[in-house]
C-alpha cells in the first residue's frame, strides 16, 4: 500500500526555539526545519549569530549562514535585558523545543536555563549541545571542531602512516554533534506524546565524535593498543584503499575473499589467488604494500574512467575519486532529486545537500531563504504571544529587542521560494 503524499512534513506542528549559533546547533535545526518544524532563531541584537561574518559571502551575505539556517525565523533578544528574559520565558510556553549551545553555565545565569524553562512548560524538550558536555573536568573549557578532533583520537587515525594527524575534511564534529542532537530531540518528542514530561538531553561534541570510532575501538579492545594511522586504506581489509590510475586516483573496497576474487579478475592476475600471503583478508593486510604493488602495476596503465567501467562489470566496489563539484553534479544525485537550489534575496541561487532521507509520506518543498538579522520579531511576538504593537515599541525602547523588528517573511515565503528537491 503507498503512503498519502503531502507537503507537510513529519515535524509539522513542532515549534522550536533555537538559541544556538554557527554550526552545531544551526545545523541540527535546519535538519528539523527541512522536515516541517517552525524553527524561531533567537539572536542577539546587533551582530546576531557570529555565522553571519563568517565566509564565503555573496554580495555581503554569508552563504554558510544562509544553508545552515534556511526556513528559519529570526528574532532578536537582548538576553541581559530582563524583559527580554520574560519574552523568552513567554515563548517557551508555546513551544516543544529548546536548543542552545553555550558554554555550560550560561544559560542558566542568563535565566533561561533548564529549571526554568521547565518551570514555565513542563512539556518543553531542551538540549544543551557544547563541546565536553555539562559536567566532568573538561566541561568549561572553550571548543571548537578542531579541538575535538584532536581531544577524541580521530586526528590520530587520519593521515599517512610517517605524516602528521590530520583533521577530516569538515567539521564532523560539529555535524555528528548537530545530527545526534536532531535524533535524540525527535526521539524525546515521542516520550513526551507517551508520557506528558519533557526531557533534558545533554549533547557533548567530543561523545558523539567518539561513538563514530567503531573500527579503532574494536582494534584498540582487541589489542590493548591505540591504533595508529596507515593513510587512505582499510585497517583491517585488504585490497580496500586509493590505488593509482592513469590520470589520477580510485578506490577500490574488497572486504571478504569472494570480492578480492573479482579484483584479481579484474585486474587479469590469477597468481593473486595462488598466492599464500594474499590467502586471508588477514593475510592480505600484511602484506599490503606488496598487494597494492600487484594491483597498481595494473590500474596504473589505465585512466580512472576504465577502471570503474571494467570494476562495474564485475561487480568491484570502486569509484573515482571526485571533487565536490562533480559529485554535486553527478547523474545519481539528479535522480533522486538529492540537490535542493534556495533562491535567496541576496545571495541569489544557493545548491546544497540537506536533509537526505526519503520519506514516503511527504515530499519535501522548497525551503524559505535565510532570515535577516530580526526580521521576524514583530510577526513572532505578534502572532505567538499576542503582543501589541505599542508592547513591541515599549520592549524596543527598553533595549530588549533590536531596531529591527519588521517581517522578513513577505519575502521569505512569497516569490523567493526556494526550488524543492
Known amino acids: 500500500m503507498s503512503a498519502t503524499t503531502t507537503a507537510a512534513g ?3 506542528g513542532v515549534r522550536v526555539l533555537d538559541l544556538t549559533r554557527v554550526l552545531a546547533g544551526p545545523y541540527c535545526t535546519a535538519l528539523l526545519a527541512d522536515l516541517g518544524a517552525e524553527v524561531i532563531k533567537v539572536e542577539s541584537p546587533g551582530a546576531g549569530d557570529d555565522a ?10 554569508s552563504v554558510y549562514f544562509s544553508i545552515l539556517n534556511r526556513d528559519k525565523r529570526s528574532v532578536t533578544l537582548n538576553l541581559k535585558r530582563v524583559e527580554a528574559q520574560g519574552v ?3 515563548l517557551v510556553e508555546h513551544a516543544d523545543v529548546f536548543i542552545e549551545n ?4 550560561v544559560a542558566e545565569r542568563l535565566g533561561i536555563g533548564h529549571e526554568a524553562v521547565r518551570a514555565r512548560n513542563p512539556r518543553i524538550v531542551y538540549a544543551s549541545i557544547s563541546g565536553f ?5 573538561l566541561s568549561q573549557l572553550p571548543a571548537y571542531d578542531l579541538v575535538i578532533q584532536a581531544a577524541s583520537g580521530l586526528m590520530s587515525l587520519t593521515g599517512e602512516p610517517e605524516g602528521e594527524p590530520t583533521k577530516v575534511g569538515e567539521s564532523i564534529g560539529d555535524l555528528v554533534a548537530g545530527l545526534y542532537a536532531a535524533f535524540a530531540i525527535t526521539t524525546a518528542l515521542r516520550t513526551v506524546e507517551r508520557t506528558g514530561r519533557g526531557d533534558y538531553l545533554d549533547v557533548a561534541m567530543l561523545d558523539c ?4 570510532e567503531v573500527t579503532a575501538q574494536s582494534q584498540l579492545a582487541a589489542t590493548g593498543v591505540a591504533p595508529g594511522r596507515v593513510g587512505n586504506r582499510h585497517p583491517l581489509s585488504t585490497p580496500f584503499g586509493t590505488y593509482r590510475a592513469r590520470d589520477g586516483h580510485v578506490v577500490i573496497a574488497a572486504a571478504n575473499d569472494d570480492v578480492y576474487a573479482r579484483v584479481a579478475g579484474m585486474v587479469d592476475d590469477a597468481s593473486l589467488l595462488e598466492d599464500e600471503r594474499f590467502a586471508s583478508d588477514e593475510s592480505r593486510t600484511r602484506h599490503e604494500p606488496l598487494l597494492r604493488g600487484r ?7 589505465r585512466s580512472a574512467d576504465e577502471i570503474v567501467a571494467r570494476a562495474r562489470e564485475l561487480g568491484v566496489p570502486c569509484s573515482r575519486i571526485a571533487n565536490l563539484s562533480e559529485a554535486m553534479a553527478s547523474e545519481q544525485l539528479a535522480a533522486r532529486a538529492s540537490v535542493t537550489t534556495m533562491d535567496h534575496p541576496v545571495v541569489g541561487a544557493v545548491s546544497y545537500v540537506g536533509q537526505p532521507v526519503r520519506f514516503a509520506s511527504f515530499e519535501p518543498v522548497g525551503p524559505a531563504p535565510s532570515p535577516r538579522l530580526g526580521g521576524d520579531t514583530a510577526d513572532v511576538l505578534a502572532s505567538v504571544l499576542g503582543r501589541s504593537a505599542e508592547e513591541i515599541a515599549h520592549l524596543q525602547r527598553v533595549g530588549a529587542l533590536s531596531e529591527h523588528t519588521s517581517s522578513s517573511r513577505a519575502v521569505a515565503r512569497g516569490e523567493s521560494r526556494g526550488n524543492g528537491n
Open 295 to 301: 594491483i597498481e602495476a595494473w590500474t596504473s596503465s
Open 133 to 137: 558536555g555539562q559536567s566532568g573536568p
Open 10 to 12: 513529519p515535524l509539522a
Open 102 to 105: 553555550f558554554r555550560p553555565g
Open 88 to 90: 523568552l520565558l513567554d
Open 52 to 61: 553571519r561574518s563568517l565566509g564565503p559571502f555573496r554580495d555581503g551575505e
Open 209 to 212: 565524535l567518539m561513538s563514530l
